[in-house]
């Protein structure tokens, strides 16, 4: 390459890092903010919100863990989402997997357009359901379950299983599956046995996705949790603050807390990951 040539690219290389470094700064300050403010008091978070603190108060965290007048133990809330979110993610992806693949085994007309219809429901707002499915699940008995949300969300969870996981299993070999037949194998056999275990990376970034978007969720949990004790960890993060008083020390804690199994479980399968998406999109 010409000296030319790389006087022309240079100044293109460092734009993008400087972008990729101000791009990073600006995801992780609101990190580092709420993380200062976990260990100070609600009038020096007021006062002073990016000061360091005149004193580490480690007690918000166990106020936050514990619970205080206004707020459940956060552990009842945790509790809570995780409910939710293995409901969801065990019927959401079990039936998003199954139905991706159906639909990339069976390529007609037919296919292409019931994988449409599932594109058209993840373009759907999910706010438009709200009040139909309150006053379903009014109707059934079900407010204040965490069951019941869990079976909610994994509604919204199949849709975009199923495309994503369609248009992996789309480029899966062709010959594995060929030479399962040979051995005498069915197709949920070759689909348990064969396709799942080579699909590891691909599931678990679907289910690492939709993992974060059920932690987080708040508008719905909202309106169906209304008892204090059947509350998600967004909900019980908003009780910390009160109409006559606040805890905002308390509720950063809480917030720190809150992220931290979402970042382990990443940390955790963060290699599998992005190996399994690599795999998916070279093949």
Not at 73 to 101: D, H, K, Q, R
Not at 103 to 129: D, G, K
Not at 221 to 248: E, H, K
Request: aromatic residues 8%; hydrophobic residues 55%; charged residues 10%.
């Amino acid at each position: 390459m010409s000296g030319r040539s790389l006087r022309s690219i240079k100044p293109f290389v460092v734009l993008g890092w400087v972008l990729l470094v101000a791009w990073t700064c600006a995801s992780l300050a609101p990190v580092g903010i709420a993380l200062l403010a976990s260990t100070k008091d609600t009038t020096s978070i007021i006062a002073d919100p990016l000061g360091l603190p005149d004193r580490v108060l480690l007690e918000n965290f166990t106020r936050a863990w514990g619970g205080s007048s206004m707020t459940q133990p956060l552990w009842v809330y945790a509790s809570n989402s995780v409910i939710a979110s293995a409901i969801a993610l065990t019927v959401g992806i079990s039936a998003g997997a199954t139905t991706g693949y159906a639909l990339a085994r069976n390529r007609s007309r037919a296919t292409e357009l019931a994988n449409r219809y599932f594109i058209l429901l993840i373009a759907l707002p999910p706010v438009v359901a709200w009040i139909p499915l309150f006053s379903l699940v009014n109707a059934m008995g079900l407010i204040s379950s965490p069951v019941a949300i869990g079976l909610i969300y994994s509604a919204f969870v199949i849709p975009v299983a199923t495309v994503m996981m369609r248009a992996y299993f789309v480029s899966f070999p062709l010959d594995l599956i060929e030479a399962a037949k040979v051995d005498g194998a069915g197709e949920l056999q070759i689909f348990g046995r064969i396709v799942i275990p080579l699909s590891l990376g691909a599931l678990g970034a679907v289910i690492l996705v939709q993992l974060i978007f059920i932690w987080n969720e708040l508008g719905l949990a909202l309106i169906l949790l209304i008892a204090p004790d059947s509350r998600t960890l967004p909900v019980g993060l908003a009780q910390f603050r009160g109409q006559d008083s606040s805890d905002l020390g308390a509720q950063f804690a809480a917030l720190v807390l809150t992220v931290i199994p979402i970042i382990v479980v990443y940390g955790l399968f963060q290699k599998r990951i992005t190996e399994g998406m690599r795999l998916g999109a070279f093949r």
